[in-house]
């Protein structure tokens, strides 16, 4: 059984979100700083700021959790990020923390 991890991106101004999943969360967050994907929405809009995480012991979890989050409106993403990130700080130091 594969672990899994949904997220949610933001950019510098909080004004463009991206929802992901994966089964290697900091790895995944270092390609998106890093703009591994050139043409991927996260490269082009400058998404890289990990403002909200769960993790899952299946990543089939994750995928499941992924498409409600993605299905969800603006309103709700924003709800659950400032419930558990009020300051919709940048998380990815945390992750390491926890992950690496």
Known sequence: MKPGFVYILANKNNTTLYVGVTSNLLRR???H???HYKKSF???YNVDKLVYYEAFQDIGEAIGRE???KAGNRARKVALIEKENPGWDD??????DCFG
């Not at 998380?91 to 390491?96: D, G, V």
Request: glycine share 0%.
């Open 42 to 44: 996260s490269a082009r």
């Open 67 to 69: 498409k409600q989050l």
């Open 33 to 35: 700083k890093e703009k």
């Open 29 to 31: 967050i270092q390609q």
């Open 91 to 96: 998380l990815s130091e945390q992750a390491t």
